[in-house]
């Protein structure tokens, strides 16, 4: 099956710094997204990405699936951002599978 | 739209007990229903594959007697925790993808399940 690697495993920021989080995976999908858990263990869906590029306000992500991986990009990072960061990919059919994550802080 | 609910969002249970978690659709019909288990400060690992009115397929090293999963309508899967050990104790979040897609899945608020 499908294996997703995702990069920094840890991230710590300053307020106001940008960043990006990396996802690798090992076979053509049809289906990335990237989410983010709250604390109360919700995935808050970010971006539905199997190819090409998408902005939502601060965040906006990039998936080139010829090469596959997919960069999620935070800029001018704020403390509500902190949090966990899951990619997780998927083929026709078949369930996502996740990523181990990316933890983000953000300090004030 | 797309909403999938879980109830309950928390139980403490005693061990040797049994536990069951509902995942719900509330606004679309899901064919298939997937059921992930997630430890402390790790990722979510998918645990098995429900297909309404089919027998479920669990993954490696999952105990397909211990974890029962019954998907007995297009808006409905259980998972039933049965003999509850304190290793069983994680946090248990089901998807749903609706019926007629391949790919899409959306996430329930997940179950936090405590086995003393």
């Known amino acids: 099956g499908i294996q997703v690697e995702q990069s920094p495993p840890d991230l710590i920021l300053q307020e106001g710094a940008n960043s990006t989080l990396r996802c690798n995976f090992s076979d053509s999908v049809n289906n990335l997204q990237w989410f983010h858990q709250n604390p109360w263990g919700q995935l808050i869906n970010l971006f539905y990405i199997p190819s090409g590029t998408k902005q939502n306000g601060r965040l906006s992500a990039t998936t080139v699936a010829t090469e596959r991986y997919s960069l999620l990009y935070i800029s001018s990072s704020q403390t509500t951002d902190s949090g966990v960061y899951f990619c997780?990919?998927?083929?026709?059919?078949?369930?996502?599978?996740f990523g181990k994550g990316t933890t983000l802080s953000v300090s004030s | 739209g797309a909403v999938v609910s879980q109830h309950p969002s928390w139980v403490i249970c005693k061990s040797g007990t049994s536990v069951k978690i509902e995942c719900r659709s509330l606004d679309f019909q899901a064919t298939t229903m997937f059921w992930y288990r997630q430890f402390p400060k790790q990722s979510l690992m998918l645990m098995a594959t429900s297909n309404e009115g089919s027998k479920a397929t669990y993954e490696q090293g999952v105990e397909k007697d211990k974890f029962l999963i019954n998907h007995a309508s297009l808006t409905l899967s259980t998972l039933t925790v049965t003999s509850a050990h304190p290793e069983d104790s994680s946090f248990y979040i089901c998807s749903a993808s609706p019926t007629g897609s391949s790919y899409e899945q959306y996430f329930g608020p997940g179950t936090r399940l405590t086995v003393t």
């Open positions: 997780a990919a998927n083929q026709a059919g078949t369930a996502l599978i």
